[in-house]
């Protein structure tokens, strides 16, 4: 179901499997690289760290560890975390508190479909900590009924549109340095006054005239917000977007590095190359790892998706996005067992 092709697997002893198990375990928590004297403190191998160091140095060999420059330590390499997945990662169960959060919120609060994808997309982020990704069939002319803005970096804001249906839109947009999140707040307020009840596609040239003439001084901010909004419900394919936790993005210590960051933010910008990414890969759960993804600004990244299905088919895909530090046992745990419930809520609806 996940594999992406065995890996070595006859190459690979029962020594070696412990430390390239213990060496991803150890970075996923860490984000620092390893080393044989850590691995032997930390875990009980029953090997001496002279040991570790040659196993680890024969790992690295195979492909399966990398030394950065700057460190005498180790840390996975994207075909060491794919093995780790495949062969090595210990299956998580998630806790019945867990569990029973999910399973009411989508049960019991989600009435409507749409309601369904946007309290997906929130149990999803805050579940693992990571950015969620819900994709959906083709979304009929929604009616805008909020508009909100975060401050993301100095020059990147998180635009958050709620329609009618209480689905959650977001797109990360340019915002001129210096704006501050009281000015966020401002703005929002008054795009929201001006725009609600009218559909996306309803958005008259004079209620732009009118906020442009309001917001004279945030020009730029609002062009970049209504040409958002403009193609939020022109993308082909997957139609129906929901994102969640998008910010929870910027907490992984990786991405402090600003080119990496601004890569990723690129990405998460452009709604269709994010849909694409999203809907990438064959099967009923796909987990794709740094350098398999295709598109250049995800190599950083890794992906965990499945699909959901109603009655009349595959309906759409819901995921996560992380970094590839990912703690893939418990994101596949969440994943799947979101997927569960949502076909099991499709298979109770008249959908």
Known sequence: MLRQGALMVRQLDER????????????IETCTPVGSRTLSKRYNLGISPATIRNEMADLEEMGLLEQPHTSAGRVPSDRGYRY???????????????????????????????QLLQATARVLSEATDYMAVVLGPEVEDAVIERISYVKLTEDKALLVVVNDTCLIHEAIIDMPPGTTAQQLVMIGEIVTKALRGLAFSKVSARALQMLRSELNEHRDLLEASIEALHTLMETPGYERLALGGASNILKQPEFRDTEKLQLILKLIERRADLIRLAAAGEGEVVVRIGTENRDQRARELSLITAEYSSKRGIVGRIGVLGPRRMKYNKALAVVTYVQELINDWLEKSAL
Do not use: H, N
């Open 84 to 114: 780790y997945v495949d062969e090595l990662m210990p299956k998580v169960t998630l806790d019945p508190q867990t569990l029973a959060e999910i399973q009411y919120r989508l049960y019991v609060k989600a009435t409507q479909f749409d």
């Open 16 to 27: 070696k499997r412990l430390v390239l198990s213990a060496v991803v375990e150890d970075y």
